[in-house]
């Protein structure tokens, strides 16, 4: 089992930046494919970024390329993500999740944490 929890999220105007926290416990790891997502009401969960295992590489959805920064620290058992330059569009509960395997589709994932609600006001 693998446990994540989430923290950082808030309200915030336009253009405003954030750092999503999500802290792991339970298994190694770095031996973990780590990613985001977020849901906004009444739409279905999308991918947001994804971090291999070594941190060696990373993926993002297009409508965030550019402002968005993931990151992962094995030493502290964290993957971050930065959010520069919010949109009310950003507007979304967004969600931790792990696997052994990567992936950019939540189906990839087996592990989720609680989630963390991100307000963007225009």
């Known amino acids: 089992q693998v446990q994540l929890v989430e923290s950082g999220g808030g309200l915030v105007q336009a253009g405003d930046s954030l750092r999503l926290s999500c802290a792991a416990s339970?298994?190694?790891?770095?031996?973990?494919?780590m990613g985001w997502f977020r849901q906004a009401p009444g739409k279905e969960r999308e991918f947001v970024a994804a971090?291999?295992?070594?941190?060696?590489?990373?993926y993002y959805a297009d409508s965030v390329k550019g402002r968005f920064t993931i990151s992962r620290d094995n030493g502290k058992n964290t993957v971050y993500l930065q959010m520069n330059s919010l949109k009310p569009e950003d507007t979304a509960v967004y969600y931790c999740?792990?696997?052994?395997?990567?992936?950019?589709?939540?189906?990839?994932?087996?592990?989720w944490g609680q989630g963390t609600q991100v307000t963007v006001s225009s």
């Open positions: 971090i291999r295992r070594s941190g060696g590489s990373t």
């Open positions: 339970g298994r190694t790891f770095s031996s973990l494919a």
């Open positions: 999740a792990a696997d052994y395997y990567f992936g950019t589709e939540p189906r990839t994932y087996d592990y």
